[in-house]
């Protein structure tokens, strides 16, 4: 329940604090897509966490009057400011202590500034980790990351897969016991070992700015036509999904995998307003990789994120074929043929 994570313990200010966290981006197998409350799910998901695209965040806490400065690389970034106001105000529930400090809070990402990666997931987790890295010192108290992952969710929704775990699945899913609306679990142990150093390799087709954020687009989820069978399609999905995952099935780890990824766009292209965020070159990589995949049997498919990027996902004994296939082809389709090689990681570390 949300109420459980209100700070019950003592708690001793210090006058001051400081605390460095890196945390991941994640990829979504079975897609959260529409949402309601204070950013709950309105199906259950569950995403690989992956380990090159992060962020790391620095915070240094000053008791006095409540505020923040926020930079990126040291630099001020005054665009990021509404988004963190919005998040410490949300927070101040749950962390009531956090009135009585001013953060300063320089942020660093690994992966390129404007490369259609949302950096939204990695920089919330990290500024989670930190804050809650901070009540644990404050309160005496171990880590806790149930919280901090829904702290991360009060961010930004999907934040809350990128605490803790290979594979982590968040929203209330019928099949998974302890699965929560209001944090991510770990699923690390669902993984066969060919899902356990899983490659994703991200084309960058286009690196400008969404012409819908995710936040108008779960919106348009509320009366969209096809809602009920989606958020019923992804309940079992994700059944099929951790079954595969356990099992080592390749097969039916593709077909879930890509028909959730063509799923949410197909949720873009019929809400109203409608819209669509592939581009010509999504398409033509996912052709691409289907003949490929034909030609070679090799187990790779596709997913799609809220843009255009295409994540390329394949078991890492194919990493030499699938380097090979992206430099004698696939890097044409990105954008400067700029992509990314990532893989399966763990979860939020503290620097
Ligand atoms: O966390 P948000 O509000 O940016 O939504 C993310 C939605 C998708 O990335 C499209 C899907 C997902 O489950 O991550």
């Not at 799910?41 to 790391?56: K, M, Q, V």
């Not at 949302?118 to 901070?134: E, H, P, R, W, Y």
């Not at 309940?235 to 780890?253: C, H, P, R, S, V």
């Not at 890097?331 to 399966?344: F, K, P, R, T, V």
């Amino acid at each position: 329940m949300e109420e459980n994570f209100k700070l019950i313990s003592q708690v001793e200010l210090k006058e001051s604090l400081a605390t460095t966290w890196q945390a991941p981006s994640n990829i979504a197998l079975v897609k959260y897509w529409g949402k309601y409350g204070m950013q709950l799910p309105a199906n259950p998901s569950i995403s690989f966490t992956l380990n090159a695209c992060r962020t790391i965040t620095s915070v240094k806490a000053t008791k006095g009057e409540p505020g923040f400065n926020i930079s990126y690389d040291g630099m001020p970034k005054p665009d990021f400011a509404s988004k963190i106001k919005a998040y410490l105000e949300r927070v101040v529930d749950y962390c009531p202590w956090v009135r009585n400090y001013y953060f300063d809070i320089d942020t660093h990402n690994t992966f390129p500034h404007s490369s259609g990666i949302a950096s939204s997931a990695s920089s919330m987790a990290a500024l989670s980790a930190c804050i809650m890295d901070f009540e644990s010192e404050l309160t005496g108290t171990a880590l806790d990351y149930h919280k901090m992952s829904f702290l991360s969710r009060l961010g930004s929704g999907s934040a809350c897969r990128s605490i803790q775990g290979a594979a982590v699945l968040w929203g209330a899913h019928k099949d998974t016991a302890n699965s929560s609306n209001f944090y991510g679990v770990d699923q690390t142990q669902l993984l066969h070992p060919v899902f356990q150093d899983f490659q994703d390799t991200i084309l960058l087709v286009d690196k400008g700015e969404k012409v819908v954020s995710s936040s108008v687009g779960h919106d348009l989820m509320n009366d969209h036509a096809f809602a009920k069978a989606r958020f019923e399609q992804a309940q079992k999905n994700l059944t099929t999904i951790k079954k595969a995952l356990q099992e080592g099935d390749l097969d039916t780890f593709i077909k879930i995998t890509e028909s959730e990824a063509l799923t949410l766009h197909a949720m873009m292209m019929t809400s109203h307003p409608y819209f669509i965020l592939m581009k010509p070159h999504t398409l033509s990589i996912i052709d691409e990789i289907w003949a490929f995949r034909k030609e070679t049997k090799i187990p790779v498919c596709f997913t799609l994120d809220a843009g255009a990027n295409v994540h390329m996902l394949f078991p890492s004994a194919y990493k030499m074929e699938l380097d090979e296939l992206m430099n004698n082809k696939l890097a044409s389709y990105c954008q400067n043929s700029h992509y990314i090689c990532d893989e399966i990681g763990t979860g939020a570390k503290k620097c």
